[in-house]
């Protein structure tokens, strides 16, 4: 049923913006049924979830990154995070996950997943 893939990562200054991008690369009617998520990993820590959305649009952020970050499935395939003022902090590879059943805390939970992309690098500097 294909595989996320990622793209909008790059490297930018504290305080800017940037958007990530999430599409399966085959579409299929299992996408419409799937939790999307976004994980990130900084270097020498482990996975962390950042969002996710659930089937219905329904959406969970972690604690730390609400109000800066924003998750939104544009498709049924396609899913993006608006990053706002952004810090060096937030340096880390973006990992896009999918997977069926996925609900509540669940959806942001890294052992859940099993679909997975390679992941967009987003650095941060001061």
């Known amino acids: 049923q294909g595989r996320p893939v990622e793209s909008g990562g790059g490297s930018v200054q504290a305080g800017d913006s940037l958007r990530l991008s999430c599409t399966a690369s085959?579409?299929?009617?299992?996408?419409?049924?799937?939790?999307m998520a976004w994980f990130r990993q900084a270097e020498g820590k482990e996975r962390e979830g950042v969002a996710s959305v659930e089937p219905d649009g329904t959406t969970h952020y972690a604690d730390s990154l609400k109000g800066r970050f924003t998750i939104s499935k544009i498709a049924v395939n396609t899913l993006n995070l608006q990053m706002n003022n952004l810090q060096p902090d937030d340096t880390a590879t973006y990992y896009c996950?999918?997977?069926?059943?996925?609900?509540?805390?669940?959806?942001?939970?890294?052992?859940?997943?099993?679909?997975w992309g390679q992941g967009t690098r987003v650095t941060v500097t001061d």
């Open positions: 996950a999918a997977d069926w059943g996925l609900y509540g805390t669940l959806s942001l939970q890294t052992s859940r997943y099993n679909n």
């Open positions: 085959k579409y299929t009617n299992t996408w419409s049924t799937y939790s």
